[in-house]
Antibody
Framework: EVQLLESGGGLVQPGGSLRLSCAAS????????MSWVRQAPGKGLEWVSS????????YYADSVKGRFTISRDNSKNTLFVQMNSLKAEDTAIYYC???????????????WGQGTLVTVSS | EIVLTQSPGTLSLSPGERATLSCRAS???????LAWYQQKPGQAPRLLIY???SRATGIPDRFSGSGSGTDFTLTINRLEPEDFAVYYC?????????FGPGTKVDIK
């Protein structure tokens, strides 16, 4: 069974940094693209970033480009996102999700982790 | 960026009725790479349909997807109590990947 478990969320001040992790199990991690998708409280879903199975290709939403960095450690089956210069509008539940192929473009999300809450506030 | 519009915003129905949800794209969705997700309160989204009409693993056959190009539909036949939730469409044919705003199906 595929399992995704996010961690690292919490309260951070505007301008601060946070690193989220997603521990994966139940599949050959390096063979699949992985993504981060977020959901602001009471709002809809927003794709944030995706990374190829081999880490060579990354994509970012314009809203986070230059501030967030996605990465993965295939030896530890773990996905990361480093979030810098955080803003109030980054407040959301952050979900990691598995793609259906190794390439990070044209991917759907299945399954999703349970998410970790990031709150940016002073 | 492809903008997805979902209608209606809220659909109030009774168990046993049929739900018809619409997702319209601002431009043609490449390869009909259109997915539908279900999200219940406090839970992560779950993939229901991909490539417009293929059911994901373990999804009951009362869920069906149809459409192509810019107009897509999710149909839920004979609503079960566990089907009352929010449904999102997502296009994954063109970067950036985008979601619709969601349709809430609630109990009438």
């Amino acid at each position: 069974e595929v399992q995704l478990l996010e961690s690292g969320g919490g309260l951070v001040q505007p301008g601060g940094s946070l690193r989220l992790s997603c521990a994966a199990s139940g599949f050959t991690f390096s063979s699949y693209a992985m993504s981060w998708v977020r959901q602001a409280p009471g709002k809809g879903l927003e794709w944030v970033s995706s990374i190829s199975g081999g880490s060579g290709t990354t994509y970012y939403a314009d809203s986070v480009k230059g501030r967030f960095t996605i990465s993965r450690d295939n030896s530890k089956n773990t996905l990361f996102v480093q979030m810098n210069s955080l803003k109030a509008e980054d407040t959301a539940i952050y979900y990691c999700a598995k793609g259906q192929v190794a390439a990070p473009d044209s991917i759907r999300f299945d399954p999703w982790g349970q998410g970790t809450l990031v709150t940016v506030s002073s | 960026e492809i903008v997805l519009t979902q209608s209606p915003g809220t659909l109030s129905l009774s168990p046993g009725e049929r739900a018809t949800l619409s997702c319209r794209a601002s431009q043609s969705v490449s390869n009909n790479f259109l997915a539908w997700y279900q999200q219940k309160p406090g839970q992560a989204p779950r993939l229901l349909i991909y490539v417009a009409s293929s059911r994901a693993t373990g999804i009951p056959d009362r869920f069906s997807g149809s459409g192509s190009g810019t107009d897509f539909t999710l149909t839920i036949n004979r609503l079960e109590p566990e089907d009352f939730a929010v449904y999102y469409c997502q296009q994954y044919g063109t970067s950036p990947l985008t979601f619709g705003p969601g349709t809430k199906v609630d109990i009438k």
